[in-house]
């Protein structure tokens, strides 16, 4: 489940320019999570074909449940693998989900089955689940005065991630598909060896706390939701927006070699240019779009640009065209913060760590479900027996959502302080 996109962030004081390797080593966790999706993405059309045959379309179902299975594993066990570092301390639960990652990124290397992927994607989730646990030992080394700024670094990181792992396996992607999973883990395995040698425990057993399930609980920010008075309708177009928008990690890979008959490289390298202009949009225009229109004008401007965005990739056929419509579709990217800038001045002070509880389980819940619609949807018009041919039928399903949440923000008037932002 991937988090939003860093903002901008104050620079770290001046005594901690000196990065320590620890910090590093977190850092390279976080990104290396990150990457886990974007890494492997650019050849999974190819790679699920290469395993198990049947046609593009099939392909996309395939890959919407591996990734699918991903997302959920992370969600359900990030909570998990936070409550076991409690117990045990930092130190091993990091190491040992790196060493996991190893050996599962080498035996998807060496699938010869579609039933070997998806249990490595299984297990790929749940190691790629420790952002919980890198945080909470960036706050043991961080004094108070950097832990802004160095959690700042932990988003910048996954948002490097983000970025670098479509372009990486694209690249990678030219010198067959499993390249990129040797890649993987090759950089899961050095990390462990660096953490191995500079990473020392920062919890004392003082302060450990036994295991307990209940705490575990993925699904216990969700239960708050209708305990947050207000804002339920918000929240709801938080989650469409994200059901949307995921259709571009969803099918991606799948809808550039159908429509445009694009190579994993240019496939890679689109995506990491989607990510690029996100970081952009989300880290720097944010503040002066918001300063412009307002909270609530934002929030309307991002869905009017998200609609031209979906609509225009509905029809589209051509590569050039879609590859000048990335910056339209970045644009919708204000949404998230802007809605999150709202809600949260509508929550009283002892709420705001609920109210983003519930934003985050939302947004993977988004990730668990898009991915299924949306290759679903493609393999549907598609196939052989397709009734309309239209690979841009998912962006299509987008924009119905996205007009759902745009009625469903605009049916009630804000409160004029959280209009205004």
């Not at 320019?17 to 590093?24: C, S, W």
């Not at 996991?100 to 989730?125: C, K, P």
């Not at 571009?248 to 429509?259: D, L, S």
Request: no cysteine; glycine share 12%.
């Amino acid at each position: 489940m991937p988090p939003p996109m860093p903002q901008l962030l104050p620079p770290v004081r001046k005594n901690s320019d000196r990065m320590p390797l620890p910090l590093i080593f977190i850092l390279l966790t976080v990104m290396i999570d990150a990457m886990g999706v974007g890494l492997i993405l650019p050849v999974m059309p190819d790679l699920i074909r290469e395993v198990r045959g049947g046609d593009l379309s099939e392909a996309a179902l395939w890959g919407g449940v591996l990734a699918t299975s991903f997302a959920a594993m992370q969600f359900l066990f990030g909570p998990v693998l936070g409550g076991l570092s409690d117990r045990f301390g930092r130190r091993p639960v990091l190491l040992l989900a790196l060493v996991v990652m190893t050996v599962d990124y080498s035996v998807m290397a060496l699938a010869g089955t579609i039933w070997l992927l998806l249990i490595g994607r299984l297990v790929g989730g749940i190691t790629a689940a420790t952002h919980a646990t890198a945080s909470a030992y960036m706050a043991d080394i961080s004094p108070a005065q950097d832990r802004a700024a160095r959690f700042g670094l932990i988003g910048a990181a996954f948002g490097a991630g983000f970025v670098l792992g479509p372009l990486i396996g694209g690249v990678l992607g030219e010198y067959g598909t499993r390249a990129p999973f040797w890649a993987a883990a090759a950089l899961a395995a050095g990390n462990a060896l660096l953490g191995w040698r500079v990473l020392r425990e920062t919890l004392p057993e003082a302060n450990r706390r036994r295991f307990d399930w209940r705490r575990a609980n993925p699904l216990g920010a969700l239960q708050a939701l209708g305990r947050l008075p207000g804002i339920g309708r918000l929240l709801m177009v938080y989650f469409l927006y994200h059901v949307g928008f995921a259709a571009y990690p969803a099918v991606w890979a799948y809808f550039g070699q159908e429509r445009f008959g694009w190579s994993p490289t240019m496939i890679g390298l689109s995506l990491g240019l989607f990510g690029v202009q996100m970081v952009l949009v989300q880290g720097g225009l944010i503040g002066p779009v918001l300063r412009r229109l307002g909270a609530r004008g934002t929030v309307i401007a991002g869905h009017v640009f998200a609609l031209a965005a979906f609509l225009a990739l509905t029809l589209l056929t051509s590569g050039t065209w879609a590859l000048i419509m990335t910056p339209l579709a970045a644009l919708a990217g204000v949404i998230p913060p802007a809605l999150q800038g709202i809600m949260s001045a509508r929550v009283s002070a002892d709420a705001q760590g609920e109210l983003h509880g519930a934003l985050s389980s939302s947004t993977a819940m988004a990730m668990i479900i898009s991915p299924l619609a949306m290759t679903a949807v493609f393999a549907q018009f598609t196939s052989d027996s397709a009734p309309l041919y239209l690979p841009g039928a998912p962006f299509l399903l987008a924009l119905v959502l996205t007009i759902a949440g745009l009625a469903l923000f605009a049916s009630r008037p804000l409160p004029k302080d959280a209009a205004a932002g």
